[in-house]
């Protein structure tokens, strides 16, 4: 294993997320990989380019619905 490869388990810590939740994501190209052997490799700088789009959609979707709540007038 490389030093700036990262298995499944140590991935799934890396992103907070389940070890099966972090396999769909694979299995759905999400995030690329190669196997080495019996195990899955995920290159680290791939895996914080994932984690960065994903904070990235979560900031706007929150942007959004601050927004809305201000034209609303909620209080915010």
């Known amino acids: 294993m490389k030093e700036k490869e990262l298995t499944t388990s140590e991935a799934a810590e890396v992103l907070n997320v389940s070890h099966r939740y972090l396999l769909n994501l694979l299995e759905e190209g999400e995030i690329p ?8 490799l995920i290159q680290r700088e791939k ?18 619905l601050t927004d809305q709540a201000q034209k609303l007038g909620l209080g915010y």
Request: charged fraction near 40%.
């Open 33 to 40: 990989f190669h196997d080495e052997g019996s195990c899955l």
């Open 47 to 64: 895996l914080l380019e994932y984690k960065r789009r994903q904070r990235a959609v979560a900031e706007e979707a929150m942007q959004k």
